[in-house]
């Protein structure tokens, strides 16, 4: 079975500050994975997605992940904070179920908190 | 384009009480659908998962039931609630292919 270990349960950061937020998985085949957003009393919004090919995503509101295999990792980064990104944010990998679907597996999410 | 309802937004019922939550797509066919507890700090837990209609998958045997009668329907449903049942319940859909998921708006379910 495949899991997602998101490092942090809170980040907090400076608003103009770096985001980054950590995501390691395990896979015994070659991944898809996802970030997505949830802000307060809502469901979850789908920031990006690595597939195949470009190991480096770019998503909405500025945020981008590399996937880099060798260390099985997924991190998302923002080069400048918005008090606006203030929310959980949660990393998750699909697993093959069989017959053209699949199943994603989450982490416990990050809350990023961000200051004035 | 697709969009996913679900309803209601908030509940409170007693416990001992049924439950019914309904979760509709429109736009797409032959959708996947899922149902997701999400309890507080303990991220989102995979409840049931459906590929068709009338098949339902079970990933943690408790004390809630899935239903789909139609392609694009799915409901959550329970005959009897237990205080441990409050949560916050989404909903989601996704097209065959590994193209990502889409929520719904949530519920906000309070057993009291």
């Known amino acids: 079975a495949q899991s997602v270990t998101q490092l942090g349960s809170h980040v907090s950061v400076s608003e103009g500050a770096l985001v980054l937020l950590r995501c390691n998985y395990s896979?015994?085949?070659?991944?898809?994975l996802f970030w997505y957003v949830q802000y307060p009393n809502q469901g979850l919004q789908l920031l990006l997605k690595?597939?195949?090919?470009?190991?480096l995503v770019k998503g909405i509101n500025g945020f981008e992940a590399e996937f880099k295999k060798s260390e099985t990792s997924f991190h998302l980064t923002k080069p400048s904070a918005h008090m606006s990104d203030a929310a959980e944010y949660f990393c998750?990998?699909?697993?093959?179920?069989?017959?053209?679907?699949?199943?994603?597996?989450f982490g416990r999410g990050t809350s990023l908190i961000v200051h004035p | 384009s697709q969009t996913i309802h679900q309803w209601p937004a908030t509940l409170v019922q007693p416990v001992g009480s049924p439950l019914s939550l309904e979760c509709t797509v429109e736009?797409?066919?032959?959708?996947?659908l899922y149902w997701y507890r999400q309890a507080a700090g303990r991220g989102l837990q995979l409840l049931f998962y459906?590929?068709?209609?009338?098949?339902i998958s079970s990933e943690v045997p408790q004390n809630l039931s899935a239903s789909r009668p139609q392609d694009r329907q799915f409901i959550l449903s329970s005959k009897k609630l237990l205080l441990s049942d409050s949560g916050f319940y989404l909903c989601?859909?996704?097209?065959?292919?590994?193209?990502?998921?889409?929520f719904g708006s949530g519920t906000r379910l309070t057993v009291v």
């Open positions: 896979s015994s085949v070659p991944p898809y």
């Open positions: 998750a990998v699909s697993e093959d179920i069989g017959g053209g679907s699949y199943i994603p597996t």
């Open positions: 459906s590929v068709g209609i009338g098949q």
């Open positions: 690595y597939t195949t090919g470009a190991t």
């Open positions: 736009g797409t066919s032959n959708p996947n």
């Open positions: 989601a859909w996704s097209l065959r292919g590994n193209y990502g998921y889409t």
